[in-house]
């Protein structure tokens, strides 16, 4: 498989164990604890098949954000089936917004003064400098809005969490990555239209 397609496939691989989870915990006996330790276990296993595949296509490498998601899904999943308890495998969406928007908002400190969204978005936008780190900004406001929603389904609203956690975090995602294009559109590189 080439980069290209590669890339244009990749944001669909990573929802694949949160499916894998939702069906399990829909399909099982809610007797106790039960479909949460099967959900858990099959988003284990779904989760390193998947990035073990995406490893062996990106040439033996997983980015950052990736060894991030294996490593929480592993150690999150691992406690829950440990201690056969759903709060660990709750936590571990609410953290993960939560080292995104952190990461995000020190990148500046360790790109030369550049920040995150700038380096994986420049190729495609042209703006001042002021106006990537307003952008970039945005961003760890959104992921910190993300860990925000993922905690108060996994520990308010816990009748939804799992809906959320395979669905409506997605939408979410998705209606603002939409809105950040359209409303970004004006500074589209030239060489890229």
Same mark, same amino acid.
């Not at 959900?39 to 989760?47: C, D, N, P, V, W």
């Not at 108060?152 to 939804?160: G, N, S, T």
């Given at each position: 498989m080439n980069a290209k397609a590669l890339d244009a496939v990749k944001p669909f691989l990573d929802w694949i164990p949160l499916i894998v989870f939702f069906y399990i915990y829909k399909t099982t006996d809610h007797t106790g604890n039960q479909h949460i330790i099967a959900a858990t276990s099959g988003l284990m296993i779904t989760t390193l098949i998947v990035y073990g595949l995406m490893f062996?296509?990106?040439? !033996?490498?997983?980015?950052?954000? @990736? %060894?991030?998601?294996v490593a929480l899904t592993v150690i999150f999943g691992g406690l829950t089936m440990a201690f056969q308890d759903d709060f660990y495998i709750r936590l571990k969406a609410p953290i993960i917004n939560a080292v995104f928007a952190f990461g995000m908002a020190m990148s500046p400190l360790f790109l030369d003064g550049k920040p995150a969204i700038q380096k994986m978005l420049g190729q495609v !936008?042209?703006?001042?400098?002021? @106006? %990537?780190?307003?952008?970039?900004?945005?961003?760890?406001?959104?992921?910190c809005f993300m860990a925000f929603l993922q905690a108060m389904f996994a520990f308010v609203w816990k009748q939804y969490w799992a809906e959320f956690t395979a669905f409506g975090d997605i939408i979410v995602m998705v209606v603002f990555m939409v809105s950040q294009f359209w409303i970004l559109r004006r500074y589209m590189r030239q060489d890229v239209k």
């Amino acid at each position: 498989m080439n980069a290209k397609a590669l890339d244009a496939v990749k944001p669909f691989l990573d929802w694949i164990p949160l499916i894998v989870f939702f069906y399990i915990y829909k399909t099982t006996d809610h007797t106790g604890n039960q479909h949460i330790i099967a959900a858990t276990s099959g988003l284990m296993i779904t989760t390193l098949i998947v990035y073990g595949l995406m490893f062996v296509l990106q040439k !033996f490498s997983l980015e950052k954000r @990736q %060894w991030l998601v294996v490593a929480l899904t592993v150690i999150f999943g691992g406690l829950t089936m440990a201690f056969q308890d759903d709060f660990y495998i709750r936590l571990k969406a609410p953290i993960i917004n939560a080292v995104f928007a952190f990461g995000m908002a020190m990148s500046p400190l360790f790109l030369d003064g550049k920040p995150a969204i700038q380096k994986m978005l420049g190729q495609v !936008f042209e703006m001042s400098d002021k @106006q %990537w780190m307003k952008l970039n900004w945005i961003w760890v406001a959104f992921f910190c809005f993300m860990a925000f929603l993922q905690a108060m389904f996994a520990f308010v609203w816990k009748q939804y969490w799992a809906e959320f956690t395979a669905f409506g975090d997605i939408i979410v995602m998705v209606v603002f990555m939409v809105s950040q294009f359209w409303i970004l559109r004006r500074y589209m590189r030239q060489d890229v239209k």
